[in-house]
């Protein structure tokens, strides 16, 4: 398997897509992960660059 080396995190209202690429931009996973095992998620993760996106219902996160 190849090392991850970015992951793209998109927010949305209830649960989180995470889509890690490795160095040459070929997908290694995709999860799609609650927000009570992001931390965790983010935890076991290598080092790496992370992007996020969201979409318009994102602000639900900061509300609750």
């Known amino acids: 398997m190849s090392e991850v080396t970015t992951i793209g995190l ?7 897509h995470a889509h890690g690429a490795d ?3 070929r997908g290694v996973f995709s999860k799609r992960l609650t927000r009570a095992k992001l931390l965790a998620f983010f935890a076991a993760q290598p080092r790496c660059i992370v992007a996020l996106e969201a979409c318009g219902g994102a602000h639900h996160w900061l509300a609750s």
């Open 23 to 25: 160095e040459r931009g």
């Open 10 to 16: 998109d927010i949305a209202k209830t649960v989180f």
